[in-house]
């Protein structure tokens, strides 16, 4: 099990989680045990990847993120990421919510508002 944390940084931890999935600086992936395996920077559009596909390929299948739009959740199922949202602020914030089963897994109704259509 891998798991992607937009981030804005490369701080680890401690990071900040990015607002949007798809814009964000870099990727921090944990293993299940919340250690960090990899912090990528967050180069999808440069290798002519969408964002799910970027992450797939660097083998992660859960995306723990603030937002992302429908396209992105249409993408992310394709490709068997399950995607939790919520509005933590840290890396270890936002897994320790997933840890402890207090965020849901996402659907349509959690995608951002100005991506809605």
């Known amino acids: 099990m891998k798991i992607a944390i937009p981030t804005d940084n490369k701080k680890g931890l401690d990071d900040i989680v990015a607002e949007h999935f798809g814009r964000c600086n870099t990727y921090t992936f944990l293993n299940e045990e919340g250690n960090i395996m990899e912090i990528i920077d967050n180069a999808s559009e440069d290798v002519g990847m969408l964002p ?7 083998g ?37 919510l997933w840890k402890d089963k207090k965020i849901k897994k996402a659907d349509f109704e959690d995608v951002c508002e100005e991506h809605r259509i």
Not at 52 to 58: E, N, S, T, Y
Not at 61 to 86: H, M, S, T, W
């Open 60 to 96: 992660a299948n859960i995306l723990l993120c603030r937002g992302l739009g429908p396209r992105a959740l249409n993408l992310c199922k394709q490709f068997e990421i399950d995607v939790y949202v919520c509005q933590a602020e840290t890396v270890k914030e936002i897994f320790e």
């Open 52 to 58: 799910p596909m970027f992450i797939k390929k660097h």
